[in-house]
């Protein structure tokens, strides 16, 4: 099938949400717009979709190839997952058109989500920002963000492949901000020494990009004879499928600006964090 030029094999078209019909069950479907497809990302999520049975795709977006159009919003979620320079606009249109919609592009920071806050209404269809789609990373910066009172200095090193945009990453800025908002715990200052990383929030950064490698952090505590490593690694892109779908059978029960799945996978609001 196609949609603004870019073609899906081995993908069945949809027209808006539907009803599958087997045996005594009926399965609600919920069409997809993928805008950003053919980033791996994009392809990483549609593979994903298409062994499910309640989601399905129903076109894709690319504004690399090809311009946008009314009719190209025939979905009941878009999943926006374009590059950090494109995605403001992006999303603008999606709230004008009433689309609830998930965010996955790198490089959000607090003020772009207050940006997107500024337009997307609090009783809109929801904008669901997601800095990390592995639902092990939300779980590691739980976990950190659960250590960092117990602890005096902590650092956090990240390393994700060669070919990512931002660095530091928005999970590990993101992570930095939730132990800040902890308290206790922060990274030892050496003047002048730029190897000591990127300070946020007082806690610092080490950015690694290498081939071969799709996206590790650890967060380092360390205390009176003690200390404490919490690491996560994604060997595989397809780590980050079980949280994507999450977020796009969720978003559609959700209103307003919501960041981060821990609201939606543990409870409570993970507030305004930076994006992955």
């Known amino acids: 099938m196609t949609c603004s030029g870019v073609r899906f094999p081995n993908l069945s078209p949809s027209s808006g949400g539907g009803t599958i019909a087997g045996g005594n069950v009926t399965v609600v479907t919920t069409s997809v717009l993928i805008s950003g497809f053919g980033g791996r990302m994009a392809s990483e999520i549609a593979d994903a979709i298409a062994s ?3 989601l399905v795709v129903a076109g894709g977006y690319n504004p690399r190839r090809a311009e946008y159009t009314d009719s190209d919003v025939d979905a009941d979620v878009v999943l926006e997952v374009t590059r950090p320079e494109v995605v403001m606009g992006n999303l603008r249109r999606w709230q004008e058109r009433g689309l609830p919609c998930v965010v996955g592009t790198s490089g959000f920071t607090a ?11 609090a009783d809109d269809p929801a904008c669901l920002i997601v800095p990390n789609f592995s639902i092990g990373a939300v ?17 956090i090193v990240e390393r994700h492949h060669a070919d990512k945009p ?11 901000e939730r132990i ?22 007082g806690i610092a950064i ?6 071969g490698v799709v ?11 003690e200390s404490l490593r919490i690491e996560h690694v994604s060997g ?17 029960e959700l209103r307003g600006v919501h960041v981060g799945l821990d609201e939606i996978l543990i409870g409570g609001s993970s507030g305004d964090r930076p994006q992955s």
Do not use: C, K, Y
Not at 111 to 121: A, D, H
């Open 206 to 211: 080490h950015s690694m990009r290498h081939e």
């Open 215 to 225: 996206a590790q952090q650890e967060v380092f505590f360390s205390g009176p004879g």
């Open 166 to 176: 931002d660095a530091p990453s928005g999970t590990a800025i993101n992570t930095a």
């Open 111 to 121: 003020e772009s989500i207050e940006e997107v806050r500024s337009f997307w209404g």
């Open 236 to 252: 595989d892109r397809a780590s980050f499928r079980r949280g994507a779908l999450v977020a796009l059978r969720a978003v559609t």
């Open 52 to 54: 499910t049975e309640d």
């Open 180 to 201: 800040a908002s902890v308290g206790g715990a922060a990274s030892v200052e050496l003047d002048g020494a730029a190897a000591h990383g990127e300070l946020h929030h």
């Open 139 to 155: 779980l590691m910066i739980r976990f950190a963000e659960a250590a960092a009172s117990w602890f005096e200095d902590v650092e």
